[in-house]
């Protein structure tokens, strides 16, 4: 959460700078703020809400300068205003910070006591006073930022601007994501590659504990313990158009309506349509390490989550192996068994959830192999993986993950299919059947997209005043249905839950009367009979039921208000279609209301803290 940029070059910074910061917008949107160099020392322009007010404050109070970082806020130590955004200064320095400095009250009384005026709530501000401090003691602006750092305990991604070395930005970083961007001439860095896609698409990804000087002329890496680090640049190929709208009223919407081409993206090459299997040599996991596998847990949080269960689903059924799903955040701290034998799979879009993160290193350190299932390419947690399988799905904008959370059914799923080949629990025939309807998804989500969109908008004019809804689905449609109502809360603000169908009757049905809308997820599999029980119960209640069906069951759609249909697909396929209507449902409303759909309030695309 919270965004940084940095630019130095011999182009004006603060367009730079806000171009950046509007792509990293979804990180962090409650305040934003820029410090440029100017002729005559460093200029700060803060202001609070969205980065909008900072471009005025900007049209109001240009600053001219080719150096400059720049800062977009999710208030974690002090409420939302203008004195707790960043930049924040001390003396001749300026910082900006992504993450959490955990002794800030330790080092702030420290500070205080030693005369320094601490003006804001923030844990940042701590970091430039210490920096200040370490300047006034006379040691030159990397040694200054390397011993204050050595103070810190947390997370932090920083970057930091002085008037005693005006052509140069330093960065560092722990825990928080930084890249590094360079071209002829100019030197960036961002928390996430789209800020930079429009200017470089050559990145250098920094680890924990590194910390780098940029010039005009590039960069020099090294640790914090002043060792050199030789790293080359890499490609990226994702363009600065994917990180468009193109023509879409929202990133939401455009990212439901690029789903069926970021899962050809991410299954091309993998599917061994001959074999009737997958091919992974990338992963870099042997048949041995498959047959070896004792047992799979899949750590993930929020959306990735919901992937995560039908993964579990998958792997049992398929590979008849033993699978967990956790909550990244609740196995931390806890004294789960895991060791050498099982396999953990951390699935995580942004790759840089701490939670994720943190729990994938736990299990790492405990004798776990850890696979990772990440969107961004050099992300944390496919950098401390043992392996790793990226999605294609590119870059995901919209606060609401729609596009990854396909992406990452299919990797689960080809895991899956992959892992049963190699331990003999999967026939070439069932197989073939699974690959070839695979190949067939994204044709069959494209075919009934427009319609879908069109339908559901219509429905939700019906529905939309709602102030509760349940999504009901068994065995793949649960995963779904949890989904489904995440999508909801988070861009609607309606209050929705997601509940396996058979679990109803232990109490949610008391929620139900003719204002409570329920969505049933009833594809035609083996539990499509139970699930028609369950919509009749809640019929009864005088509920109104929005069935999710295949296409043509005229049956199921008989007993429902209203319906979307799917394409007929192997069952094990279902969750591929049948969230879909659910994305759209939930965009639906929330465009109806007009809430901000890229950008719900109080969250952010990449939650870096505990
Ligand atoms: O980047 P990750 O997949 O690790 O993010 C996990 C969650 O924060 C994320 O899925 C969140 O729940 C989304 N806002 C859901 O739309």
């Given at each position: ?18 171009d ?5 917008e ?24 969205k ?26 130590h ?6 707790n ?34 003006t ?50 330093v ?62 640049s ?32 991410t ?68 004294d ?21 993160l ?13 696979l ?9 947690i496919?950098?401390?993986a ?13 606060v ?5 959370f ?32 695979l ?14 969109h ?49 679990e ?5 049905i ?36 929005i ?64």
């Amino acid at each position: 959460m919270c965004g940084i940029v940095g630019y130095v070059g011999n182009e004006e910074a603060a367009p730079i700078l806000l171009d950046g910061l509007r792509r990293l917008e979804y990180r962090g949107y409650d305040s934003a703020g820029v410090a440029i160099q100017e002729a005559s020392g460093i200029e700060v322009v803060r202001a609070v809400g969205k980065l909008r007010n900072l471009e005025k404050a900007l049209f109001d109070r240009p600053l001219q300068g080719s150096v400059g970082i720049g800062h977009t806020r999710w208030a974690t130590h002090g409420r939302p205003s203008e004195v707790n955004a960043h930049p924040h200064v001390a003396g001749p320095i300026a910082v900006v910070h992504n993450g959490i400095i955990e002794n800030h009250l330790r080092l702030r009384a420290e500070l205080e006591k030693g005369g320094f005026t601490i003006t804001s709530d923030t844990d940042t501000e701590i970091v430039s006073h210490l920096i200040h401090r370490e300047t006034r003691a006379g040691h030159d602006m990397l040694t200054s930022i390397r011993r204050a750092l050595a103070q810190v305990e947390g997370a932090y991604a920083i970057a930091v601007v002085s008037e005693a070395e005006p052509r140069r930005i330093v960065v560092a970083k722990s825990s928080s994501p930084l890249v590094l961007g360079v071209s002829r001439n100019a030197t960036y860095c961002a928390s996430d590659i789209p800020a930079l896609l429009p200017y470089t698409n050559e990145m250098v990804f920094m680890e924990d504990g590194e910390i780098a000087v940029l010039d005009p002329d590039g960069f020099s890496l090294s640790t914090l313990a002043g060792e050199p680090v030789n790293r080359r640049s890499r490609k990226i190929s994702w363009s600065p158009v994917m990180a468009e709208k193109a023509g879409y009223k929202h990133f939401m919407l455009k990212e439901i309506f690029e789903q069926p081409r970021a899962l050809e993206d991410t299954m091309r090459g993998r599917l061994d349509r001959e074999r009737a299997d997958v091919e992974t040599a990338e992963i870099g996991l042997s048949d041995e390490d498959a047959k070896a596998i004792r047992r799979v847990i899949l750590l993930a949080c929020g959306t990735s989550h919901h992937a995560t269960i039908a993964g579990r689903y998958w792997i049992e059924e398929l590979a008849k192996l033993p699978a967990i799903t956790e909550l990244a955040s609740e196995f931390r701290g806890r004294d789960a068994v895991i060791g050498e034998g099982d396999l953990v799979i951390a699935v995580s879009q942004s790759g840089e959830t701490i939670d994720t993160l943190m729990a994938a290193k736990e299990a790492k350190a405990r004798g776990a192999k850890v696979l990772a299932i990440a969107n961004v390419n050099g992300s944390a947690i496919p950098r401390m993986a043992d392996a790793s399988f990226y999605t294609h799905a590119g870059p995901e904008i919209g606060v609401a993950s729609t596009k990854c959370f396909m992406t990452q059914l299919a990797n689960l799923l080809m895991f899956s299919i992959w892992l049963s080949r190699r331990r003999g629990t999967l026939s070439e025939g069932e197989a073939r059947e699974i690959v070839e309807g695979l190949v067939r998804i994204p044709h069959q989500i494209e075919e009934r997209l427009e319609a879908m969109h069109e339908k559901i908008s219509d429905m939700v004019r019906e529905f939309s005043n709602a102030r509760d809804v349940l999504f009901l689905g068994r065995g793949l449609s649960f995963p779904m249905a949890l989904e489904g109502a995440l999508k909801l809360k988070e861009i609607s603000y309606v209050h929705a839950e997601g509940y396996a169908a058979g679990e109803m009757k232990h109490g949610p049905i008391a929620l139900l009367d003719a204002e409570v809308p329920v969505i049933v997820l009833a594809p035609q599999d083996r539990h499509h009979e139970r699930v028609c029980s369950n919509l009749q119960e809640a019929r009864a209640r005088e509920a109104k039921i929005i069935g999710v069906t295949t296409a043509g069951d005229a049956q199921t759609q008989s007993l429902c208000d209203a319906f979307v249909e799917v394409a007929p697909v192997h069952e094990v396929l279902s969750p591929f279609l049948t969230v879909v209507p659910l994305q759209l449902y939930a965009y639906c409303v929330a465009d109806h209301k007009g809430t901000d759909v890229d950008q719900p309030r109080n969250l952010a695309k990449t939650v870096t803290v505990e």
